[in-house]
Nanobody, 123 residues
Framework: QVQLVESGGGLVQAGGSLRLSCAASGRTLSYYSMGWFRQAPGKEREFVAT????????NYADPVKGRFSISRDNAKNTVYLQMNSLKPEDTAVYYC????????????????WGQGTQVTVSS
């Protein structure tokens, strides 16, 4: 099993940047494909980005393409989400998730989740 802890959230003005981190403990992170998801108030949790075990392939939701970048450092057991040009509609709780095997955009495919970190973008 793996335990996940997100950090790096906060309050930022529109147009600003934040970098989220997801630190893993337990089983080595390189065993897992990773995903970032987010949930805004009153909305369903949605896919943001995924990255394969080696980091060789990434996938992004259309609303964040060109603005967000997912990466990983398996030596540090950490996954990152760099968020640039933030918009008020990016306001949400952001979660990282892990699954063995190939990456997936479907949240129910991920058995391991962090507790989430709040990102608030003011206009």
């Amino acid at each position: 099993q793996v335990q996940l802890v997100e950090s790096g959230g906060g309050l930022v003005q529109a147009g600003g940047s934040l970098r989220l981190s997801c630190a893993a403990s337990g089983r080595t992170l390189s065993y897992y494909s990773m995903g970032w998801f987010r949930q805004a108030p009153g909305k369903e949790r949605e896919f943001v980005a995924t990255i394969t075990q080696s980091g060789g392939s990434t996938n992004y939701a259309d609303p964040v393409k060109g603005r967000f970048s997912i990466s990983r450092d398996n030596a540090k057991n950490t996954v990152y989400l760099q968020m640039n040009s933030l918009k008020p509609e990016d306001t949400a709780v952001y979660y990282c998730a892990a699954r063995s095997g190939t990456d997936s955009t479907i949240q129910y495919a991920y058995p391991y989740w962090g507790q989430g970190t709040q990102v608030t973008v003011s206009s």
